[in-house]
């Protein structure tokens, strides 16, 4: 995806050589990123991948193969590709020599974890796709002369393999909503924001290493190799791999922090018709720093009133709050206009519940997102100077009014948004700070100004995909008039500005860490640093 494929062939008489030879020169240059592809005469011949399969012990799949169309399956299959070989690594080494074997015969490489991508960027048609699922050793440790403790994840695991161990340990690493979801690729690298953030930050505020393999097989530790004390290692590549993708190196693990969980945690969940009140107390309660108490989700879910005919569509809000620490009257203040509000309402239409949880996971539960639909994304950060009453309608329109889409429902095609509450620790970094470490990564300042990273998307039929883009298309045009920015891991696929929405002014520096770690371009992706040149 995103890249320039077609090969181009121009014929010139005997009379205009001079403009051939400048002519050609031209598509020298166009075609310079080609790669090789399947069927190609530069293709690895028989011989040549079945020495590369015996290498890798036999796990070097390719179309067609017993287990091939497991390995390469994104989660939302509208992103599906045919890579032309798929290798189940198990290590960094087996990474690092994947790599080379691609180079060699200048094949595309991409590297995929779980395939919870939006944008497809793990995937592609004649790639070769590493695949890291067997990656899954998680190890916790304490820090040497420290009782501080972290977490090393290979790249294979998903927050489902994670969670349940830190939690028996009373301990919490900052990760994501869905269990299914990598917690050592494309999740952190885009910056990782959690239901936890208010309170610890994001993904990548907490990550003490990276290990690289490099786009020369080399492979290095980036960031603090040992111990919390240690200096910085490739202090430019880990400050670009906080929020600048994958695009400098292919991870074979990240350490995190671990945090001491709290004694207990409060959650509440409700859901309320009345989208106009809700939205104007919402924001009532943004501008109360709700944000450095709560964290969570804000949901516009949809659903198809079938007693109509035809069906419509209809949504309500579901707001879903997490506060990382014990029950005090307190922590209700910010939200004091809402709750009186549902006091005088019917339950059945606008309502809020309440209780303690022992730990994060048991807020959290064992259960995990729907996949395996169609899907695609828009997203925008939906700033302080826009939660105000003035701006309230817009946002009703955008979230609310835009989404109940009727003529998108007849073509199969229907609207959900998440907000993910930011604030708190994602703007002070106060846990850091007292902790002494300095939090500077290439994550947009409209990341860490926002009050609500909000992604909308829609879920369509097979054959759906020409009226969602449409549609898609249409709607990102309203979203992002109620935001500044774009989170990197959930953007449209069109993105016009991207460079500028994912970074807010960095990709000038990101392009030259990009330069000076990975020079002829090898880690390349739909809208990743780099791709443009």
């Known amino acids: 995806i995103g890249f320039c494929l077609n090969r181009f062939s121009t014929f010139f008489s005997s009379s205009m050589r001079l403009l051939s030879v400048l002519l050609l020169l031209t598509v020298v240059v166009v075609d310079a990123k080609k790669y090789c592809?399947?069927?190609?005469?530069?293709?690895?011949?028989?011989?040549?991948?079945?020495?590369?399969?015996?290498?890798?012990?036999?796990?070097?799949?390719?179309?067609?193969?017993?287990?091939?169309?497991?390995?390469?399956?994104?989660?939302?299959?509208n992103f599906n590709k045919k890579p032309g070989l798929a290798v189940l690594v198990e290590s960094g080494d087996e990474i690092a020599h994947?790599?080379?074997?691609?180079?060699?015969?200048?094949?595309?490489?991409?590297?995929?974890?779980?395939g919870h991508s939006y944008n497809g960027r793990s995937t592609g048609n004649g790639v070769l796709q590493i695949v890291t699922s067997r990656m899954k050793k998680v190890t916790p440790f304490t820090f040497p002369n420290s009782k501080q403790m972290g977490i090393k994840i290979e790249a294979g695991c998903t927050w489902w393999d994670v969670y349940p161990l830190v939690d028996k340990m009373g301990k919490v690493v900052v990760g994501g909503n869905a269990l299914t979801v990598g917690a050592s690729g494309?999740?952190?690298?885009?910056?990782?924001?959690?239901?936890?953030?208010?309170?610890?930050?994001?993904?990548?505020?907490?990550?003490?290493?990276?290990?690289?393999v490099l786009s020369n097989g080399t492979q290095i530790v980036v960031g603090q190799p040992n111990s919390l004390t240690d200096e910085v290692q490739h202090p430019d590549l880990f400050w670009a791999m906080r929020g600048?993708?994958?695009?400098?190196?292919?991870v074979s693990s990240v350490t995190y922090l671990m945090h001491d969980a709290p004694?207990?945690?409060?959650?509440?969940?409700?859901?309320?018709?009345?989208?106009?009140?809700?939205?104007?107390?919402?924001?009532?309660?943004?501008?109360?720093?709700?944000?450095?108490?709560?964290?969570?989700?804000?949901?516009?879910?949809?659903?198809?009133?079938?007693?109509t005919s035809p069906?419509?569509?209809?949504?309500?809000?579901?707001?879903?709050?997490?506060?990382m620490g014990p029950w005090d009257d307190a922590i209700f203040k910010p939200l004091d206009g809402l709750i009186k509000w549902l006091y005088t309402q019917n339950p059945k239409l606008n309502t809020m519940t309440c209780k303690n949880h022992t730990s994060f996971f048991d807020w959290h539960g064992n259960t995990t997102d729907t996949v395996g639909f169609n899907a695609m994304t828009t997203d925008t950060f939906i700033q302080p100077w826009s939660t105000n009453k003035e701006f309230a309608p817009d946002v009703v329109d955008a979230l609310v009014t835009r989404t109940k889409n009727q003529a998108a429902l007849q073509e199969g095609v229907i609207f959900a948004c998440t907000g993910t509450l930011l604030g708190g620790a994602v703007r002070t970094h106060a846990p850091f700070n007292a902790?002494?470490?300095?939090?500077?990564?290439s994550v947009s300042p409209w990341f860490r100004s926002a009050n609500v990273a909000c992604t909308c998307g829609v879920e369509f039929k097979n054959g759906a995909e020409?009226?969602?883009?449409?549609?898609v298309k249409e709607y990102s045009l309203h979203l992002h008039s109620i935001g500044t920015g774009t989170y990197y891991n959930e953007p449209d696929y069109w993105l016009p500005n991207w460079k500028d929405a994912f970074w807010g002014g960095k990709y000038s520096q990101l392009m030259q860490v990009k330069k000076d770690w990975d020079p002829e371009n090898v880690f390349t992706c739909h809208h990743c640093v780099g791709s443009d040149f």
């Open 435 to 441: 902790m002494g470490r300095h939090i500077n990564t």
């Open 98 to 114: 994947s790599i080379l074997f691609a180079r060699k015969y200048n094949i595309q490489v991409t590297i995929k974890g779980t």
């Open 186 to 212: 494309g999740y952190v690298l885009g910056g990782g924001h959690s239901a936890m953030s208010h309170a610890f930050g994001l993904a990548v505020d907490n990550v003490v290493n990276f290990h690289v």
């Open 466 to 471: 020409a009226a969602a883009t449409k549609w």
């Open 244 to 250: 600048g993708g994958a695009a400098f190196g292919y």
């Open 37 to 77: 592809r399947p069927h190609q005469p530069c293709w690895p011949s028989y011989g040549e991948i079945q020495a590369f399969n015996d290498s890798m012990g036999g796990r070097v799949l390719e179309p067609g193969s017993a287990g091939y169309n497991k390995a390469v399956a994104m989660k939302y299959p």
């Open 263 to 307: 004694e207990s945690v409060v959650g509440c969940s409700g859901f309320m018709v009345d989208a106009v009140t809700f939205t104007n107390l919402w924001f009532e309660a943004m501008h109360n720093n709700m944000t450095d108490i709560w964290g969570g989700y804000v949901l516009v879910n949809p659903y198809v009133n079938k007693t």
């Open 311 to 323: 069906p419509t569509s209809e949504n309500y809000y579901t707001l879903i709050l997490l506060h």
